[in-house]
């Protein structure tokens, strides 16, 4: 009997790759196609990160990662805020979601989910192999490399304060 693309789907519900793995062959990364971003807002300044890995070295990003297998876009947002700056949240808030196909520079297509955190508490090590800087910004004195749609966000963010 021939197995039907369902019947592989459901004997192997997340391919033949482990959870959180790369695929020896194509290269690819085992994940779930979303992200989170995090705003990190406090006193009229964002946190972000300026990039040490590929697509887009060197550029600033507001603080985000892939979604990991069995874990909610909130603990998402808290986990990369954490991995990426050092600081630890309390409260993520959905702000909006990206979803242009375009958008991730990766060819994954990936949807991003955009939290606001504004309770931002003690600040620990960060992986320093992946993130060159962490630094707050004025949001009237954002830098000029942008990665991804991160700018239009920022905006949309800054126009949802009224300042």
């Not at 789907?9 to 997340?14: E, H, N, Q, R």
């Not at 033949?16 to 406090?42: H, M, Q």
């Not at 947002?77 to 702000?95: D, I, M, Q, S």
């Amino acid at each position: 009997m021939v197995m039907s693309n369902h019947d592989d789907f459901i004997k192997y519900p997340v391919g033949k790759i482990k959870k959180g793995d790369f695929c020896d062959d194509c290269k690819r990364f085992n994940a779930r196609n979303s992200t989170c971003s995090v705003i990190a807002y406090d006193d009229k300044k964002i946190l972000m990160i300026k990039r040490g890995t590929m697509p887009l070295i060197g550029y600033w990003a507001l603080p985000g990662g892939y979604l990991d297998w069995d874990e909610t876009l909130e603990e998402c947002a808290l986990r990369e805020l954490k991995e990426e700056t050092g600081y630890v949240g309390k409260f993520a808030k959905l702000f909006t979601v990206n979803s242009k196909p375009n958008r991730s520079k990766d060819g994954k297509q990936n949807i991003d989910h955009v939290y606001v955190i504004q309770n931002i508490l003690n600040k620990y090590g960060y992986d320093k192999n992946e993130i060159l800087d962490v630094k707050w910004f004025s949001l009237d004195n954002l830098p000029s490399k942008i990665a991804f749609d991160h700018k239009r966000t920022i905006s949309e963010f800054r126009k949802s304060l009224d300042l």
